[in-house]
């Protein structure tokens, strides 16, 4: 059985950091592909950032210089270092992998960004 979990979500001020964690279990071989996306209130989805095995990352123009995403193939966990963070970056993020041709998604963690 296949299974993402997140955690580092919370509560930060503007300009505040905090780091996501995503442990992915249950797949036999590497990964492909491992991300973040994000929901914020009353929008869609959107990519944060993404990484493909061979080391090539994806940002979102608005998160681009600010967050940083890294992973480890045979941990099989992807991180999200996000810095300087923004009310607009308040939203609930989705780890994701690409593997196997299917997407696979995980639960969600709340990020708030407030004084």
């Known amino acids: 059985q296949v299974q993402l979990v997140e955690s580092g979500g919370g509560l930060v001020q503007p300009g505040g950091s905090l780091r996501l964690s995503c442990v992915a279990s249950g797949f036999r071989s590497n990964i492909d592909v491992m991300g973040w996306s994000r929901r914020a209130p009353g929008k869609q989805r959107d990519l944060v950032a993404q990484?493909?095995?061979?080391?090539?990352?994806t940002y979102a123009d608005s998160v681009r210089g600010r967050f940083t995403i890294s992973r480890d193939n045979v941990k099989k966990t992807v991180w999200v270092q996000m810095n300087s963070l923004k009310p607009e970056d308040t939203a609930i993020y989705y780890c994701?992998?690409?593997?196997?041709?299917?997407?696979?998604w995980g639960q969600g963690t709340q990020v708030t960004v407030s004084s």
């Open positions: 990484s493909w095995i061979g080391g090539t990352t």
């Open positions: 994701y992998v690409y593997y196997n041709g299917q997407y696979y």
